[in-house]
């Protein structure tokens, strides 16, 4: 069986693909995933499902949805159920199961290893196949913070979203080391509209237009970055943003070098 909650939450048995229509029992699904083979206390589990906010009956309404749940992750054939009571509340058997939000990190560790070692197209594979993971948002919430989640999916979710940004980040200097100037520029235009405040993605994408020869757009993200801190943070692009600016005006061959030359791009 394969668990997946890099988007919305749904369970894979072979062929069969299962997702979870009772919000309040897969939010349960989605902090046992996240602690698998952890107890997940009754408290905690109450916390996450309904916040501060407890009914009178949470107790006996979380039992309820530990049964649909257990109804629900029960295979043909399978005596035992993969969700066992234990004080002071449950634990979720992975057992051979995988877990797609354990997969992500194992590959992004693997591509940041192969990066260290300048192997960067065995990297850029590595973090290509982590992104792949990824259907939606993680958990498939939307939101985040304390007001949209629990403090488990919450803090699960913030951890998952910058380790993505870790491996968007990578695989850009991994497609720039590769002389993949030219596929990197769409792939960061997104990245930056998708994330206006990180830097890095604004100095990735004008070293990708200076070498596709687009000069003038590399120095129009410079003004663009600049007048975003500015308004948002009153702040003043980073060290790494102005010394690349200042590398572009003064046509610094050095930022011409790749680990490899890939020809035609």
């Known amino acids: 069986m394969r668990y997946e909650i890099l988007g919305p939450p749904r369970v894979i048995d072979g062929n069969r693909y299962s997702s979870i229509n009772a919000r309040k029992v897969e939010i349960v699904l989605s902090v046992l995933l996240i602690r698998a083979d952890q107890v997940v206390s009754l408290e905690q589990l109450m916390l996450e499902v309904w916040g501060e906010d407890l009914p009178r009956r949470a107790t006996a309404g979380l039992h309820v949805y530990i049964s649909q749940l257990r109804k629900f992750l029960k295979g043909p ?125 604004y100095r990735q994408l004008m070293l990708a237009l200076y070498r596709s020869e687009r000069q003038a757009d590399a120095l129009k993200v410079y003004q663009s970055v600049r007048k975003t801190l500015n308004e948002e943070m009153g702040l003043e692009p980073g060290r790494p943003l102005q010394a690349m600016q200042r590398a572009i005006l003064a046509g610094d061959k050095r930022l011409m070098a790749t680990s490899s030359v890939a020809s035609g791009r």
């Not at 560790?109 to 948002?137: I, M, T």
């Not at 993680?138 to 403090?151: D, V």
């Not at 993949?180 to 769409?186: I, K, L, W, Y």
Request: net charge negative; charged share 25%.
């Open 77 to 201: 054939g399978t005596a035992e159920s993969r969700v066992e009571t234990r004080a002071p509340g449950y634990v979720l058997h992975k057992g051979d199961d995988e877990i797609d939000a354990h997969l992500f990190p194992q590959l992004v560790d693997a591509g940041r290893s192969f990066l260290r070692e300048k192997r960067h197209d065995r990297a850029a594979q590595c973090l290509e196949d982590a992104l792949a993971l990824w259907r939606g948002p993680a958990l498939g919430h939307g939101g985040s913070g304390p007001a949209a989640n629990g403090p488990i999916i919450d803090g699960f979710s913030t951890w998952l979203t910058e380790v993505r940004l870790e491996c968007q980040e990578m695989l850009a200097e991994c497609q720039l080391q590769l002389g993949r100037h030219r596929e990197a520029v769409g792939m960061l235009y997104a990245l930056i509209a998708e994330n206006p405040m990180r830097e890095a993605f």
